[in-house]
C-alpha cells in the first residue's frame, strides 16, 4: 500500500474540517477528492505531504509514518501545492534538464523528459523565462517539473488551475500513466473533464459545518 490514513483527523487547532477519515491508496490507484470551497481539500493534502500536522491518526506512507525531511519520503512523494517557486534565470527547458539532473539516476520506463514537455506543450515555450510566461503556461511547467521526478505518490492541489480544457485532458491522460507506472495519485480538484480523464475515484469531502 502507497498510501494509508486511520482515523485522520484534519483541520486547524480545534478547528476539525475532516474527521476520521480511512484511505487506503495503491499502485495504480488515482483518487480524486472533490467537494465545495473550503471542506479542507488543500488543508488534507498538505498534512499527507508532510507539511502541516494532522490533529488526530495516522498518515503512512510506504508503511512509514510522514517525515518531510526524510529522504525516503522526499524520494517517494512529487507534490504540487499552493504556488511554485522558480528561477528568474533559469528558463523552461533549464527547469526540467535540472530536475532531471538532481534526480538521476531515472529509472527506466519513467517518462521521458522531452515527451513530457511535448504532452504538457512546454516544448513550445522552452527557452521562455518564467516571468515571461502566462499563469496557464507556468502551471503546464511545473506538472512537467512534478511528473519528470521520479516518485511513488504524486499530490496535487486543483492541478486544473489556469489550463485550458485541451490541457486539463492532457494532465487527465498523464495522470493514468503515472498510476500505471505502479504510482497513486491523490488530488483535489473541481474539474469534472481532468477527473475524468484521469480515470480518477472521487472522494467527495461534505461540507457538514453547513
Ligand atoms: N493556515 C490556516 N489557518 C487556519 N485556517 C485555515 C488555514 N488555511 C485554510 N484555513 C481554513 O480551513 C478551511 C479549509 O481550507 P482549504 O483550503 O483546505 O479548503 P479547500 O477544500 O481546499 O477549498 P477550495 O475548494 O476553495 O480550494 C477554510 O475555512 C479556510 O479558511
Known amino acids: 500500500m502507497i498510501l494509508r490514513t486511520e482515523g485522520l483527523d484534519v483541520g486547524y487547532r480545534d478547528r476539525v474540517l475532516i ?23 488543500s488543508t488534507l493534502l498538505r498534512c499527507l505531504a508532510g507539511l502541516i500536522r494532522p490533529l488526530g491518526g495516522r498518515i503512512l506512507v510506504q508503511g512509514a509514518p510522514v517525515d518531510e525531511r526524510s ?11 499552493d504556488t511554485s517557486a522558480w528561477y528568474p534565470n533559469l528558463t523552461a527547458g533549464e527547469h526540467l534538464e535540472f530536475v532531471q539532473l538532481v534526480n ?6 519513467w517518462f ?54 485541451a490541457g486539463r485532458t ?19 480538484s473541481h474539474d469534472p473533464t481532468l477527473i475524468a480523464a484521469a480515470g480518477a475515484q472521487p472522494l467527495d ?6
Do not use: C, I, M
Request: hydrophobic share 45%.
Open 170 to 188: 492532457a494532465v487527465g491522460a498523464l495522470l493514468r500513466d503515472y498510476a500505471r507506472r505502479a504510482g497513486a495519485v491523490v488530488l483535489a
Open 112 to 165: 521521458e523528459a522531452g515527451a513530457l514537455a511535448a504532452r504538457l506543450g512546454v516544448s513550445r515555450f522552452a527557452s521562455v523565462l518564467p516571468g515571461q510566461l502566462s499563469s496557464g503556461q507556468r502551471q503546464r511547467l511545473a506538472l512537467t517539473l512534478a511528473l519528470a521526478r521520479p516518485s511513488r505518490l504524486l499530490l496535487l492541489d486543483e492541478p486544473e488551475r489556469h489550463l485550458d480544457e
Open 19 to 41: 474527521r476520521g477519515l480511512r484511505l487506503a491508496v495503491d499502485a495504480g490507484d488515482v483518487l480524486a477528492v472533490t467537494g465545495p470551497n473550503g471542506v479542507g481539500k
Open 104 to 109: 538521476r539516476p531515472v529509472p527506466a520506463g
Open 71 to 81: 529522504p525516503a519520503f522526499r524520494r517517494t512523494v512529487a507534490s504540487l501545492l
Open 205 to 210: 469531502v461534505p461540507d457538514w459545518h453547513g
